[in-house]
């Protein structure tokens, strides 16, 4: 499978854009690892091997364990996420196919329990963000496998 599209090169506005928006969901506060949990779920949902491969190594490269990282499909069934965690997986999951669930409102009452208003905000900019990227990298073809952490913030 070859690249489609360089969608860097093609649109840098574009991707500066994006860019942005990645750069405000790792300042706003929210913790790494948590944010690393959030795009690995995305990404396993939509099927980004581009976005897995380097949120893996990225997690694992601040310390991230291969346990769960390895059971994150399962998270409700695995006792090694925090509440916090599970709350801020299932906001991922509701998001992420938000055509089908319509984020119930059990779902926010949950994530409003660990989270406050800025943090939920955060929090769904942050799953908004991957699913761009996931979207991005799945349509133009990117090619995974190559990203190496610490690289440059060329990345989703």
């Known amino acids: ?35 690393e949990l959030v795009k ?3 990404s396993q949902i939509n099927g980004c091997a581009y ?30 996420y925090t509440a ?5 997986l299932a906001w991922t999951e509701a998001l992420t196919l938000v ?12 994530a409003r329990r660990h989270f406050s208003e800025a943090e939920l905000v955060n929090l769904s900019l942050a799953v908004i963000a991957i699913n761009g990227w996931n979207r991005l990298a799945i349509g133009f073809r990117t090619k995974a496998g190559s990203y190496q952490p610490g690289e440059p913030a060329d990345r989703s």
């Open 1 to 35: 499978m070859s690249t489609r599209v360089d969608y860097r090169s093609a649109a840098p506005g574009a991707f500066r854009a994006m860019l942005g928006l990645e750069r405000h969901v790792h300042e706003c506060g929210l913790e790494g690892s948590l944010l």
């Open 51 to 80: 976005c897995l491969d380097m949120h893996s190594k990225d997690a694992r490269a601040a310390g991230e364990t291969e346990q769960r990282l390895h059971v994150l499909p399962a998270w409700r069934e695995a006792p090694f």
């Open 99 to 110: 055509s089908e669930s319509r984020v119930p409102d059990d779902v926010y009452e949950e």
């Open 40 to 42: 690995m779920r995305a």
């Open 84 to 88: 916090r965690e599970r709350a801020a």
